[in-house]
């Protein structure tokens, strides 16, 4: 067993972190986590000195919940005098406030990687960010890896598709898609979005001169949270005579009825990554997670 370093994980995380930590044949501790009613977290750790530690944790929602656990577990590393400290935070919430939108708003991501870097964190990695631009302005080292490999695939090995057609619901997501297609060798469209920055109303259409009748469709997206837009845009789809659906995505966050309104909209799968854990997460990403530790905790100094 390696000995030089440790992986922590929060309860959240553990079916993620307990298949790195086997691959790599590195201890895991799990941390003792207490919620109170109110809310507040309270965590305890066996001592991590002189260790690299790999902390493995999603901040899906409660999204300030988890972010204020990563912090408090983070702080608990850096004081005990570890060698080095990396996060593996394959969901990182915030990414999708990464400017300035309406005069006035907080960059709420720019304040998580400051607090990071405050705390003591060396490196953070992350998958299928929703912007890209966001990593390069934190204030820590960071990488960003793609689940689009690994989404493809499943649907190479699980699905048997008729004509299949990979559709990006907005333009945002069309470098998405294009990976995605690329990889299984088929084409793509995408439908255009207009989000009112106001309201957060958002209009739909499809401008593709590719049809879709009689095809089965491929969504994909990087966050499903309330699934507005994947309902919409299977709406619009099974009206231009679309067969199944499935929508594909690295971060199924599901909000509330999500599952149910997008089943009842006519989605015939949701497959996602196990960026957090729910049934849809069919996608693993240890063993990508896995070869990337191992490179960066070997070649880090010591």
């Known amino acids: 067993m390696r000995t030089d370093s440790i992986i922590i994980s929060t309860p959240d995380n553990l079916q993620l972190a307990k298949k790195i930590a086997n691959r790599l044949d590195i201890k895991l501790q799990e941390v003792d986590m207490q919620i109170f009613s109110d ?65 006035g708003e907080v960059v709420s ?79 793509m469209s995408s439908l255009t979005k207009v989000r009112d920055r106001i309201t957060g109303n958002v209009q739909t259409r499809y401008e593709g001169n590719i049809s879709v009748s009689h095809r089965d469709i491929i969504i994909i997206d990087d966050i499903i949270s309330t699934g507005n837009s994947i309902i919409n845009a299977a709406k619009i789809l099974k009206d231009l005579g679309a067969e199944k659906l499935f929508v594909l995505c690295t971060h199924a966050l599901l909000l509330e009825d999500a599952v149910q309104r997008l089943l009842n909209a006519g989605i015939n799968d949701i497959i996602a990554t196990n960026s957090t854990q729910n049934n849809f997460a069919k996608v693993d990403l240890s063993s990508t997670l896995s070869e990337y530790i191992d490179t960066f905790i070997t070649h880090a100094h010591s």
Do not use: W
């Open 39 to 103: 809310g507040e977290s309270k965590i305890r750790m066996n001592s991590v000195s002189n260790k690299k530690c790999i902390i493995i944790h999603s901040t899906h929602p409660p999204t300030d919940q988890h972010l204020m656990q990563l912090f408090m577990i983070l702080y608990k590393c850096n004081k005990e005098a570890v060698r080095d400290i990396y996060i593996v935070c394959p969901y990182l919430a915030y990414s999708r406030q990464d400017k300035e939108f309406i005069q």
């Open 109 to 187: 991501i720019d304040v998580v990687g400051k607090i990071l870097q405050c705390i003591g964190a060396r490196k953070l990695v992350t998958f299928d960010i929703h912007n890209q631009d966001v990593l390069s302005k934190l204030p820590i080292d960071t990488d960003n890896i793609s689940a689009i490999p690994l989404l493809a695939d499943y649907m190479k090995n699980y699905t048997r598709l008729n004509d299949p057609l990979v559709i990006s619901p907005d333009n945002g997501g069309i470098d998405r898609a294009k990976q995605l297609a690329n990889i299984l060798h088929i084409n």
